[in-house]
């Protein structure tokens, strides 16, 4: 039965797009750009510090010649290790820690009567601890560690409930578009945030701060634009929530764990929702890696300037926004599968290209951030939808904690491939090009999947155009 559109449904779909433009900057801004850029530079001053008041400490590359400030060791719960190594350890770290977290958010939703209460608590933690990172300065990179741990929590537990949210707010036939439509506004209130820290961060001197200081308030307005944004989003969902029975109070937080280890066991009766599950963990990893590494790729291997680098970023997240757009249109008549499929084509055409690029052709970068930002969106929203389809009614939390602990989990093995293939060939060429395996084998497996099966196996009425 087709449920109308009324007025009242367009608001709760436009509170639910608000959400992922809220928390956007935190992705784009804290983790993509400023993070990574920021604490590394604190704990070399540290090290720096360190270096300066124990004479008898040096700082040696892996040859064991003396080297940067960047390979001084800094220290944390006895471990040393190289300052310049802080942010991917401390990704790492984070990943971990959402892994463990995931679950628990995915149980407490499912059995609270108040779903939108649990995403506003979450929300309100990552902003916070976001905010909070306005306090990493000097040496005490510390600060850095607690508070960017905290915000990855509030991310990927907002991130469990808020694609919940999907299946109650949608019906079958809807839900392509609203995926989409989500995470275009997302790109878009991320980009749009990004542009304007960009401009604050590289005109610091007009504004009379320290590059420092201007990275420190871009920390503080990602926190206070995801809060912010937040508020209306959360108010605006649906109110209440039928629970799941089963354990309250304290005794959720080891029936997340149950309940994880439970929905991997019964998630065998549903084999084509874990073939599609494997699936999508198999090429999202590509995706990620692919934006992780496009600025190391243009700096390391190609030698453009951090200006180009910037350029190339905004140039992702405002495509990403019609590229989100284009892909939910494109569903809408030839089935989500099959776009899913051409957008691994096209990833693939992409990356073919970004192996040819001349360096010192900034174009020729600019012209792969176009196909970045065209296909990034709308690859993951059309599977983010898709599996929703697949989901046992009443299980949609408990599901998506496990869509999000599989993202989360298995995000380290095309990091690895670039990295050791870069290190054997000496060339990001290779390791680039290398990326391609994930997008050709997420092709074949996708079109393995008969989806309307599994949507029926799920007892789910599929939609009309699959």
Known sequence: MTVAVTRERKRVWRAWYLYDWANSPF?????????????SEVASADAKTNFTLNGDRRCTDSSGASSTLQNCDVSLFGLQFPAGSLWGYLLSIATVTQVLVLPIAGAIADRSRHKRRILGGFAFLGAVSSA???????????VGVWTFILANIGYGGALVVYYSFLVDIAEPDERDSVSSKGWAFGYLGGGLALALQLGFFM?????????????????????????????????????????????RGLSVLTAGFKELKQTIKEARAYPLTLAFLGSYLIFTDGITTVVAVSAQYGKDELKYSTQVLIVTILVIQFLAYAGAMIHGAIAARFGAKKTILGSLVAWVVVLCFAYFIEAGEPLQFYAVA??????????????RSLFGQMIPEGKDAQYFSLYVVGERGTSWLGPLLFAAVGQITGSFRYAIIALVIFFVLGFVFVWLVPVRRAIEAAGNRPPAVL
């Open 27 to 39: 992705y784009s801004s804290v983790i993509t750009v400023f993070g990574a850029l920021y604490l």
């Open 132 to 142: 909070l990172m306005f306090f990493i300065a000097g040496t005490n990179w510390e």
């Open 203 to 247: 005109g610091h001197e007009f504004f009379g701060v320290s590059e420092g200081l201007a990275i420190q308030i871009c920390f503080l307005t990602s926190g206070i634009w995801w809060a912010v944004f937040t508020i209306p989003a959360v108010r605006a969902l649906p109110r209440t929530h039928v629970p799941k029975t089963g354990e």
């Open 370 to 383: 176009v196909g970045i930002g065209l296909v990034l969106g709308g690859t993951n929203a059309l599977s």
